[in-house]
């Protein structure tokens, strides 16, 4: 078994350019390096699949959720969401400083190509990350479900969006997507601002619309430079012929989700903060 295990390990890491990029942290912390990234290798690259059939069972069950919801009144869920949503913001901030160091030093030491192109060491501390960060994809799926339960609106946005993401995170995982520091390290950043404001907004703290206006435009960054991301690696791998750790595959399915969140979520934006609507009239 372990024979089989190193081998998809080796054969994963000759698909890389030349060598990964190990960068040492200036600290580890206690669950930043004691993962077996062998084994892992192995899982990811069998069984990513599975997410497939996870996320159809995510989206029917939130279809049979909703139905099951129309007889019944909104469920008070006030204090669930504020530990829900607290949590998922704490991580992400902590997420989002700890992947900061090895991102910033590959663009900035290392280069642009390389930060495209070249994995970092999987059993690095962004390696570990990058699992937490799969890890947290189907976690996810549970902001779904406190949606349903309290009888709010379930945009195509939404269930789209965590559909895609848990399923193409997974199948980056299993090819050690080097590309995956830039996605991993923009959606860190993205969802500490939006879990903190849901945080706030769960506490019953009025926030300023300005705030929830700056999160958007923060995601469609986010959606811009993944589509420039995308691009960039193709021009990289078609026009100038050189060696990328991203399979084709990957690279199609990351231009078809992120030019479709880029659209849905600049309609998003145009439909909540620069159409005006009447005014309901007050009745007398």
């Known amino acids: 078994m372990l024979d089989k295990v190193n081998s998809v390990f080796d054969r994963n890491i000759s698909r890389l350019p030349s060598t990964t990029i190990r960068y040492d942290h200036k600290f580890v912390l206690p669950f930043e390096h004691s993962l077996?990234?062998?084994?892992?290798t192995y899982y990811m690259q069998?069984?990513?699949?599975?997410t497939v059939y996870l996320g159809i069972f995510y989206l029917l069950s939130m279809k049979w959720l909703q139905k099951w919801m129309e007889s019944r009144k909104p469920f008070n869920l006030k204090g669930a969401l504020i530990c829900w949503n607290g949590g998922l913001a704490i991580f992400s901030i902590l997420g989002a400083l700890r992947t900061s160091e090895e991102f910033i030093h590959t663009v900035t030491k290392e280069g642009f190509y390389p930060s495209l192109c070249q994995c970092f060491d999987p059993p690095s501390v962004s390696g570990h990350w990058f699992l937490f960060f799969g890890i947290s994809k189907i976690v996810e799926l549970g902001d779904t479900v406190f949606l349903v339960l309290?009888?709010?609106?379930?945009?195509?946005?939404?269930?789209?969006?965590?559909?895609?993401?848990l399923i193409y995170t997974f199948h980056s995982g299993s090819e050690y997507l080097a590309a995956g520091r830039w996605f991993m390290w923009m959606n860190f950043i993205a969802h500490s601002l939006m879990y903190s404001y849901f945080t706030i907004m769960a506490m019953g703290f009025k926030v300023s619309k300005s705030f929830a206006r700056i999160v958007t435009i923060v995601q469609i960054l986010q959606m811009i430079i993944g589509v420039s991301v995308s691009f960039a690696i193709l021009t990289i791998k078609k026009y100038f012929e050189l060696p990328c750790q991203q399979s084709n595959a990957n690279l199609y399915l990351s231009f078809v989700i992120y030019t479709s969140y880029m659209i849905l979520f600049i309609n998003f934006f145009i439909q909540a903060y620069?159409?005006?609507r009447p005014k309901k009239e007050k009745s007398s």
Do not use: A, E, Q
Not at 36 to 40: M, P, S
Not at 150 to 165: A, D, E, M, N, T
């Open 36 to 40: 077996d990234h062998v084994g892992i």
């Open 46 to 50: 069998t069984y990513w699949h599975l």
């Open 150 to 165: 309290k009888k709010k609106p379930l945009s195509f946005l939404h269930s789209w969006h965590h559909f895609s993401v």
């Open 274 to 276: 620069c159409i005006s």
